[in-house]
């Protein structure tokens, strides 16, 4: 089974609206990674979280951690044609152990 | 911008060829990750180094792949024989964090190498 579940595996919405990506981890969080990557191309790093109730945005992408859950989430506000991609979560599972483990993705299309 | 260098970015072969990829890691990392990344699924990790010495290659199937990072800088992945099932995109990542430390590890990934395999 999937270490990190992310949901939902794909999302359509018309350009301007609001969506949630959300990201679930069957173990404790010792960090939480977002990142973007568009098709076929290499990932880019979007923001990491580390605390329990750790908030960060940036633009109009805003993350969330809730340690307690295990869980973070991914809101993009007004949502733009550049904000289309595939956006992934990675996580450190193993304490000190400095290596991600990825959840399988969400796919992002904005409709204009 | 410092970025990890990746080649070759294609990659087609036929079943039972050797095929090899070559990672550049940005000046100064010492860890470096080779993963890969099925179409549809997240990235895999296949094998990490920190410096020239792997500090896990536990799903690194070792029957056909070999990586190797000689000099503690670039590193080298090899698949022989490829197999179908090898068609994927093989990406490496760099960070200066080393293995056993707390704190946070932004990894950097280069653009990625997809095979494609007949």
């Known amino acids: 089974s999937q270490e990190l579940e992310q949901s939902p595996q794909s999302l359509i919405v018309q350009e301007g609206k609001n969506l949630t990506i959300n990201c679930t981890s069957s173990?404790?969080?010792?960090?939480l990674y977002w990142y973007k990557q568009k098709y076929g191309e290499g990932l880019i790093f979007l923001m990491m979280?580390?605390?329990?109730?750790e908030e960060k945005s940036h633009e109009k992408i805003t993350a969330k951690l809730d340690e307690k859950k295990q869980q973070s989430s991914l809101h993009i506000t007004a949502s733009q044609p550049s904000h289309a991609g595939i956006y992934l979560c990675?996580?450190?599972?193993?304490?000190?152990?400095?290596?991600?483990?990825f959840g399988q993705g969400t796919r992002l299309t904005i409709n204009p | 911008e410092a970025e990890v260098a990746q080649s070759p970015r294609y990659k087609i072969t036929e079943k039972s060829q050797a095929v090899a990829f070559w990672c550049d890691p940005i000046s100064g990392h010492a860890t470096l990750y080779w993963y890969r990344q099925i179409l549809g699924q997240g990235p895999e990790l296949l094998v990490q180094?920190?410096?020239?010495?792997?500090?896990?290659d536990s799903q690194l199937p070792k029957d056909r792949f070999s990586a190797e990072r000689l000099k503690g800088v670039d590193s080298t992945l090899k698949i022989q024989p490829a197999e179908l099932g090898d068609s994927a995109m093989y990406l490496c990542?760099?960070?200066?964090?080393?293995?056993?430390?707390?704190?946070?590890?932004?990894?950097?990934f280069g653009a990625g190498s997809r095979l494609t395999v007949l």
């Open positions: 990675g996580a450190v599972l193993i304490q000190g152990a400095q290596k991600l483990v």
């Open positions: 173990k404790t969080l010792y960090g």
């Open positions: 990542a760099s960070s200066s964090v080393y293995s056993g430390s707390s704190g946070a590890n932004v990894l950097t």
């Open positions: 979280l580390q605390k329990g109730g």
């Open positions: 180094f920190q410096d020239e010495s792997v500090v896990d």
